[in-house]
């Protein structure tokens, strides 16, 4: 009999990628599908980061790397977090992964075990509560809507807050819904995690650059819980590299050095050419991230403006990331020849068969209220597919 663990019994397929994969099998028999279900910047690698690997080629790194990554990409990081964001590391506090993801998980997989409880903010990225599950941890959800512009307060915080309680994740600016916690929204967060000495807060800010209110804020820059915080971040976004896959954290000296062993028995370093080409990301011109940021924010005007358009569609104005996270209830129980919407899900799937337009269902990100519409792509596109979505639901009654 096939069987296969336990723990991977317990996960769930990733959504996103389902509805990628169902839109790129309509593209396939010839439909023209727009895809807003994709968490990638459309933008190509700036030229002097593609440069830098061509280089990296030539002069043969292609030996394997430190476990954490090459000194001179951390030297890098801890240059980029002490200009940009005010903190100090040093290089031993940093290890680089194959992508974000990884790094998340290597950090979950590190100080989670058996019955310890994480905090989850929802809605969430997708993978957050499989990989505590993958952990043996369990999730704990806390919901934030769309009234309260999908962020969790200080007060819903100390509610979720138990015995077993061991990490928070927070992911600002968010994936799935562009919400940015202000400083002041984080002290608040911050004062109550510095009651609970034995919480460590894991703060995903891959979406950093890809703000429209100017600059970043981190948990970490807060003195009374700094030393329990772990940053996640990487390239993928800000560079539009994200095939690249080189993610890090920068963390308490025990937990990069627990993170170092952990990927050293099961990846070893990330590739040693994108290695290269991250370090010149982070050093070279970064004229690149303000130019594709400008055009995201051109494009999340567009979009918001054309979701208010629709009847029945619920839209904040969000200020990063790359993403609208509309509520939709208001068509659930409507029909159409015959089908009727039940939920986010069933809406997604009329709207990719009806509208050739793929969006993905926020169930999976702990909302399913809501969909989740990337605005990662052309103008033209956008255009195009909100005057298809808009048709489309018209039809629903």
């Excluded at 590391?89 to 998980?105: E, H, P, T, W």
């Excluded at 055009?295 to 979701?307: D, G, I, N, T, Y």
């Excluded at 104005?317 to 159409?336: H, T, V």
Aim: include cysteine; proline fraction near 5%; charged fraction near 20%.
């Amino acid at each position: 009999m096939i069987q296969v663990s336990n723990r991977l019994a317990a996960l769930s397929p990733s959504e996103t990628l389902a509805m990628s994969q169902k839109s790129n099998e309509l593209k396939a028999q010839g439909f023209d599908v727009i895809n807003l279900s994709v968490g990638e910047p459309d933008f190509f690698t700036p030229n002097h980061i593609k440069q830098a690997a061509k280089q990296a080629v030539d002069q043969n790194f292609s030996f394997y790397s430190p476990v954490p990554g090459y000194p001179a990409l951390r030297n890098a990081i801890c240059k980029k977090l002490e200009t940009e964001n005010g903190l100090s590391f040093k290089a031993d506090q940093i290890v680089c992964s194959n992508g974000a993801k990884q790094s998340i998980c290597n950090v979950l997989l590190a100080i989670i075990g058996q019955g310890d409880e994480v905090i989850i903010p929802a809605p969430y990225w997708v993978s957050y509560p499989e990989m505590v599950k993958l952990a043996d941890g369990t999730p704990i959800e806390v919901y934030a809507g769309i009234d309260q512009d999908f962020k969790m307060t200080a007060a819903q915080l100390e509610s979720a807050i138990t015995a077993k309680t061991k990490a928070l994740i927070l992911c600002s600016p968010s994936n799935p819904t562009g919400s940015v916690y202000s400083k002041e929204e984080l002290q608040s967060l911050a004062e109550v995690l510095a009651k609970y000495p034995d919480i460590y807060i894991l703060s995903d800010e891959i979406y950093e650059h890809i703000n429209y209110i100017g600059k970043h804020e981190s948990i970490a820059q807060f003195e009374n819980i700094r030393d329990r915080v772990v940053i996640i971040n990487g390239v993928s976004k800000a560079y539009a590299m994200t095939g690249w896959r080189i993610g890090w954290i920068a963390a308490p000296k025990w937990i990069a050095s627990a993170c170092n062993t952990l990927q050293g028995q099961y990846t070893s370093g990330p590739n040693s050419v994108a290695q290269k080409a991250a370090e010149a990301a982070y050093t070279g011109d970064q004229t690149c991230v303000q130019d594709m940021c400008s055009a995201f924010e051109r494009r999340k005007k567009l979009v918001v403006q054309l979701a208010r358009e629709i009847p029945g569609l619920k839209t904040n104005d969000p200020q990063g990331a790359f993403y609208i996270f509309p509520d939709c209830s208001s068509y659930f129980g409507k029909s159409f020849n015959g089908k009727t919407i039940q939920n986010a899900g069933d809406l997604t799937m009329y709207l990719l068969e009806d509208a050739y337009v793929a969006c993905v269902g926020g169930t999976a990100f702990g909302a399913p209220n809501c969909i989740r519409m990337s605005y990662a792509t052309s103008d033209e596109n956008i255009v195009k597919a909100f005057a298809r979505i808009k048709e489309s639901l018209a039809k629903l009654s």
